[in-house]
């Protein structure tokens, strides 16, 4: 396990510390925000100046000695986020060295994020002086226009251990599912390879998920929204304590059972709860094609829907035996009253549900879903749930939308239903 002590405060890549970040433009902005946030006991307070309306190093330290005083022992992340990587303001790197410098030596903050990676030139000297004051250096470096290769993730991190930061950090922009599983795959790797604690985050709402399964990606920090966002797709501080500690206190001893029409978002959720809860999760329907080592449509194809019917049921009943689980059943699992008998004696039972239009825009491109070959429209999806709504809904514990929310609040929503 990897440990950083950041003031009083010890951060691992086991259990992320979440970080509040304040947003403020003027100075009684600033105290205001700090005021709520630190309501809310956030692990660490991150300052954002380059919000703040100015950056003469004098008018920073005053700000930032009232803000010390506000927040008390929650250790301070100090951070100027410049235009090139995202944040609000320009300046020279002659002031950026100076501001950062100035700030470390009044001691007020236990950490100071310092854009290492693309200021390499200035980098071990700033950090250097930074960590003389007894400040921790976070080196950052964001891609807001996409999300490099898996080999450039970990180069990055690397390379800012190099330069001497005492946590590494990266932030990418998601522009599809794979770019996310990129950055979770790069951070498992880098996590191995750089001896530092790391930080990584897919932003946007793609990216929502890798804010919440750090315990997976080995990120020791996650950022938070407190009073507003700074960066895209942070979620509220409240949901994602709630998730991280999720990891630690939600441990059932049945099953959860997700049922659904096709393309609900059974197989998307059920994985997404798993990153978030370390419950392990296995899909019945994935199971059923390694078990018969055949893929579905063929099945349907060559033995017809009975045959596989009654596999499904032996899948289920196989599943059965288990405990603990996220079992994400195919949407056709509800339809024979056994297999509902298997699921209620052995957990819970959660119907996902989302709106004909919804499914169909979610399905329409695969090949995969023999049941609506050649009937591909939201009239047909919409006339096949009526007639299996009967099946569905009375046999369900719980019942939580898929297309209202994100998939972080949808898992969310979950979880807040199961524990009542
Ligand atoms: C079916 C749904 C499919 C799969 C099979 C039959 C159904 O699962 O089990 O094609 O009858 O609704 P998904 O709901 O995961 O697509």
Same mark, same amino acid.
């Given at each position: 396990m990897k440990e950083i002590k950041i003031g009083k405060k010890v951060i691992t890549n086991k259990y992320p510390a979440i970080c509040v970040p304040v947003?403020?433009?003027?100075?009684?902005?600033?105290?205001? #925000? %700090?005021?709520?946030? +630190?309501?809310l006991q956030p692990d660490l307070i991150e300052l954002r100046c380059d919000i703040f309306e100015s950056t003469d190093v004098e008018d920073v330290k005053k700000m930032l000695s009232e803000f /010390?005083?506000?927040?008390?022992?929650?250790?301070?992340?100090?951070?100027?986020?410049?235009?090139?990587?995202?944040?609000?303001?320009?300046?020279?790197d002659d002031d950026y060295f100076r501001l950062n410098v100035e700030v470390a030596k009044t001691k007020n903050v236990e950490l100071i994020d310092v854009e290492a990676?693309? /200021?390499?030139?200035m980098a071990p000297e700033l950090i250097k002086e930074i960590k003389e004051c007894g400040v921790k250096v976070v080196g950052s470096n964001h891609h807001f226009e996409g999300t490099p290769e898996k080999e450039e993730i970990i180069?990055?991190?690397?390379? =800012?251990?190099?330069?001497?930061?005492?946590?590494?950090?990266? %932030?990418? =922009?998601?522009?599809?599912?794979?770019? +996310?599983? $990129?950055?979770?795959?790069? &951070?498992? #790797?880098?996590?191995?390879?750089?001896? $530092?604690?790391?930080? $990584? =985050?897919?932003?946007?709402?793609?990216?929502?998920? $890798?804010?919440?399964?750090?315990?997976?990606?080995? &990120?020791?920090?996650t950022f938070a929204a407190g009073t507003n966002a700074s960066a895209p797709g942070q979620l509220k501080y409240n949901v994602v304590r709630e998730l991280i500690d999720?990891?630690?206190k939600f441990h059932p001893d049945y099953n959860v059972w997700l049922i659904g029409f096709m393309g609900t978002g059974k197989t998307t959720?059920?994985? %997404?709860?798993?990153?978030?809860?370390?419950m392990e999760v296995v899909d019945a329907d994935e199971y059923l094609v390694k078990r018969e080592n055949m893929a579905i449509s063929d099945i349907f194809e060559k033995f017809g829907e009975k045959y596989f019917r009654d596999i499904e049921s032996d899948v289920i009943k196989e599943l059965g035996k288990t405990s603990g689980k996220i079992i994400s059943c195919g949407g056709g699992a509800v339809l024979r009253t056994k297999n509902v008998?298997? =699921?209620? #004696?052995?957990?819970?039972?959660v119907l996902l549900r989302a709106s004909a239009q919804s499914i169909y825009e979610r399905v329409k491109d695969g090949t995969d879903r023999p049941i609506l070959n050649g009937h591909m429209n939201v009239e047909y999806i919409e006339q096949l749930m009526k007639q299996r709504e009967d099946k569905y809904k009375p046999v369900a514990d719980i019942e939580v939308p898929t297309d209202k929310d994100g998939l972080v609040m949808t898992c969310h929503d979950m979880l807040s239903k199961l524990k009542k």
């Open positions: 947003v403020g433009k003027s100075k009684e902005e600033v105290l205001s #925000q %700090a005021n709520e946030i +630190v309501k /010390k005083n506000t927040v008390g022992e929650v250790p301070i992340l100090f951070t100027f986020r410049t235009d090139k990587e995202g944040g609000e303001k320009a300046i020279s990676y693309s /200021k390499k030139d180069d990055t991190l690397l390379q =800012m251990e190099k330069l001497g930061a005492d946590i590494c950090k990266i %932030a990418v =922009m998601p522009k599809n599912e794979e770019d +996310v599983n $990129t950055l979770i795959e790069a &951070s498992v #790797q880098a996590d191995n390879k750089v001896k $530092t604690p790391i930080v $990584t =985050m897919a932003m946007g709402e793609l990216g929502e998920i $890798t804010r919440v399964c750090c315990a997976v990606t080995g &990120s020791c920090i999720s990891r630690e959720v059920s994985q %997404a709860l798993s990153k978030i809860t370390g008998d298997v =699921m209620k #004696q052995t957990g819970k039972i």
